[in-house]
Nanobody, 124 residues
């Protein structure tokens, strides 16, 4: 069982940066692949990025490549999403998720644990 709590969302101007954090409680955090998803109003939840537990293999959605960076600290049971060059279309609720699969990819049903989400609003 894993419990996830996100933080770091807020209002930012276009071109700005935000760093989202996710704190995990439970056992064997390093055994989970961690991912970030987002859901904008009226749209389906979409994959943003993921990082595997031990070998730290990274995977990004095309929309995140070059602007977002996912990282994790297994000693602190945390995963972060650094977001730079934010655009209005990045506005969404961002969710942290955990999967017991090594390579869950961008398939949200592969992630069995979810946080409550944190709002990111990009607007001038």
């Amino acid at each position: 069982q894993v419990q996830l709590v996100e933080s770091g969302g807020g209002l930012v101007q276009p071109g700005g940066s935000l760093r989202l954090s996710c704190a995990a409680s439970g056992r064997s955090f390093s055994g989970y692949t961690m991912g970030w998803f987002r859901q904008a109003p009226g749209k389906e939840r979409e994959f943003v990025a993921s990082i595997t537990g031990i070998d730290y293999i990274l995977y990004y959605a095309d929309s995140a490549k070059g602007r977002f960076s996912i990282s994790r600290d297994n000693a602190k049971n945390t995963v972060a999403l650094q977001m730079n060059g934010l655009k209005p279309e990045d506005t969404a609720v961002y969710y942290c998720a955990a999967s017991s699969l090594r390579y869950p990819g961008n398939y949200s049903p592969s992630y069995g644990y979810w946080g409550q989400g944190t709002q990111v609003t990009v607007s001038s």
